[in-house]
T-cell receptor
Framework: GNSVTQMEGPVTLSEEAFLTINCTYTATGYPSLFWYVQYPGEGLQLLLKATKADDKGSNKGFEATYRKETTSFHLEKGSVQVSDSAVYFCALSDLGDYKLSFGAGTTVTVRA | GAGVSQTPSNKVTEKGKYVELRCDPISGHTALYWYRQSLGQGPEFLIYFQGTGAADDSGLPNDRFFAVRPEGSVSTLKIQRTERGDSAVYLC?????????????FGDGTRLSIL
């Protein structure tokens, strides 16, 4: 079956630090990969996506590259801000499928 | 707004009661999904609708759970004889059409607490 494993949190950083959240996956087919974010008091929002190998998704200074050889989709941001404090979820949807399989989420807190 | 709307935002009820959770998807979105998120976990798939029909209900945990979408828009998730283990945030999402590369747009969820 499909599954997503992401780095356990919580992660606490200082402003302007570099952030990496690791995500690896197993899938029976050729999945599309997503990062969703949940800001405090808000619903899940799509942050970025990639649909094929070597694609790079990017948004709001965040980037993630679809690595088929390592079955990974790590999220990175070069300089975090306090407003990036949130829970981040890695997810996949397998080819020919539609439902999302999520990781457990990583809580990130950025301190001023 | 034009996002996915879920009501109520919070529901507290006693064990054994019946509950209905409502989802109003983004206008024009044909695909609708229900997920359940327990504390500290990622959302888990429950059921998927394409139009009026349930295309995949493999995630429903047992026959106490049922969902409908009679006119292909609003959906209702129904839980009979609720148990304390049903306590969770129930999320609804919609997308313009089905497909693995289609991003899903989520509502804020209904927080269900069974006493």
């Amino acid at each position: 079956g499909n599954s997503v494993t992401q780095m356990e949190g919580p992660v606490t950083l200082s402003e302007e630090a570099f952030l990496t959240i690791n995500c690896t996956y197993t899938a029976t087919g050729y999945p599309s990969l997503f990062w969703y974010v949940q800001y405090p008091g808000e619903g899940l929002q799509l942050l970025l996506k990639a649909t094929k190998a070597d694609d790079k998704g990017s948004n709001k200074g965040f980037e993630a590259t679809y690595r088929k050889e390592t079955t990974s989709f790590h999220l990175e941001k070069g300089s975090v801000q306090v407003s990036d404090s949130a829970v981040y979820f890695c997810a996949l949807s397998d080819l020919g499928d539609y439902k999302l399989s999520f990781g457990a989420g990583t809580t990130v807190t950025v301190r001023a | 707004g034009a996002g996915v709307s879920q009501t109520p935002s919070n529901k507290v009820t006693e064990k054994g009661k019946y509950v209905e959770l409502r989802c109003d998807p983004i206008s024009g979105h044909t695909a609708l999904y229900w997920y359940r998120q327990s504390l500290g976990q990622g959302p888990e798939f429950l059921i998927y609708f394409q139009g009026t029909g349930a295309a995949d209900d493999s995630g429903l945990p047992n026959d106490r759970f049922f969902a409908v979408r009679p006119e292909g828009s609003v959906s209702t998730l129904k839980i009979q004889r609720t148990e304390r283990g049903d306590s969770a945030v129930y999320l609804c999402a919609s997308s313009p059409q089905q497909g693995s590369n289609q991003p899903q747009h989520f509502g804020d969820g209904t927080r269900l607490s069974i006493l």
